[in-house]
C-alpha cells in the first residue's frame, strides 16, 4: 500500500514570497490532517479535512495559510506571504473517516524561509 | 486543554544501555496514549500505544504502560541499539486511533553510540 505522499521534500524561499505544498493521501482515506513542526517542537494540527469539507481550522494563521481540498483526494497548503518564523516541516497525514484508523504521516515538507 | 509533557533530550546512550523517556499527560476525559518515533528524513511513525488505563503498548522490544494515577506513559527499552537512534515523540489523541488531532510532546532525541 502506498504511503501519504508529499511534495516537494524541500523548499527555500524568501519572506514575502508565496510557498505551495501538495499531499495525496492514501487512497480510501477521507480524513486528512495538515500539520506544522517547528524545530526542536511537536507538530501542531493546522488543519483537518473530512473529503473536502474543513472540519477543524482553528489553529490556521488564516491571514497568511490557505488550504483546499477540492475533490475530496489531495489537497495543497499555501502560505502567501511567508515571515521567517514559518521556517518548519510540514506534515501531511491521513485516516479513514470516522474510527480514524489507519493514521499514517507522510515525510513532510522542510521549508525554510531566509 | 489537553496536552503532553515529555523528558527534554538529547539522551546519549552506549549500545546495549536502559532506555526511559518520561512523559506525562493532562486531559479532561480519558485519552488514547501514543507513542510516535522520527528517523532523520522520515515522517512520523507509530511505535506503540494504549488505549486505556493499565494497559501496555509494546513494539520492537520498546514499551509503555497507561498509568492514570500519575498520568504518565513513560517509554522503556531494555538494551537500546544505534538503529533506535531516532527523536521520540510521545502523543494523546481522544480516539483510539487518533481519529481527530493528536497533541503531541516536544520530542527527545536519542543517539545511541556503539
Known amino acids: 500500500e502506498a504511503g501519504v505522499a508529499q511534495s516537494p521534500r524541500y523548499k527555500i524561499i524568501e519572506k514575502r514570497q508565496s510557498v505551495a505544498f501538495w499531499c495525496n493521501p492514501i487512497?480510501?482515506?477521507?480524513?486528512l490532517y495538515w500539520y506544522q513542526q517547528i524545530l526542536g517542537q511537536g507538530p501542531k494540527l493546522l488543519i483537518q479535512?473530512?473529503?473536502?469539507?474543513?472540519?477543524?481550522d482553528s489553529q490556521l494563521p488564516k491571514d497568511r495559510f490557505s488550504a483546499e481540498r477540492l475533490k475530496g483526494v489531495d489537497s495543497t497548503l499555501k502560505i502567501q506571504p511567508a515571515k521567517l518564523e514559518d521556517s518548519a516541516v510540514y506534515l501531511c497525514?491521513?485516516?479513514?473517516?470516522?474510527?480514524?484508523?489507519?493514521?499514517?504521516f507522510g515525510s513532510g515538507t522542510r521549508l525554510t524561509v531566509v | 486543554g489537553d496536552s503532553v509533557t515529555q523528558m527534554e533530550g538529547p539522551v546519549t546512550l552506549s549500545e546495549e544501555a536502559f532506555l526511559t523517556i518520561n512523559c506525562t499527560y493532562t486531559a479532561t476525559g480519558y485519552p488514547s496514549l501514543f507513542w510516535y518515533v522520527q528517523y532523520p528524513g522520515e515522517g512520523l511513525q507509530l511505535l506503540l500505544k494504549a488505549t486505556k488505563a493499565d494497559d501496555k503498548g509494546s513494539n520492537k522490544g520498546f514499551e509503555a504502560t497507561y498509568r492514570k494515577e500519575t498520568t504518565s506513559f513513560h517509554l522503556e527499552k531494555g538494551s537500546v541499539q544505534v538503529s533506535d537512534s531516532a527523536v521520540y515523540f510521545c502523543?494523546?489523541?481522544?480516539?483510539?486511533?487518533?481519529?481527530?488531532?493528536?497533541?503531541f510532546g516536544t520530542g527527545t532525541s536519542l543517539t545511541v553510540i556503539p
Open positions: 502523543a494523546s489523541s481522544d480516539s483510539p486511533s487518533g481519529g481527530n488531532q493528536f497533541y
Open positions: 487512497s480510501g482515506h477521507a480524513t
Open positions: 479535512f473530512q473529503n473536502n469539507g474543513v472540519v477543524d
Open positions: 497525514a491521513s485516516s479513514l473517516a470516522g474510527s480514524g484508523s489507519g493514521y499514517t
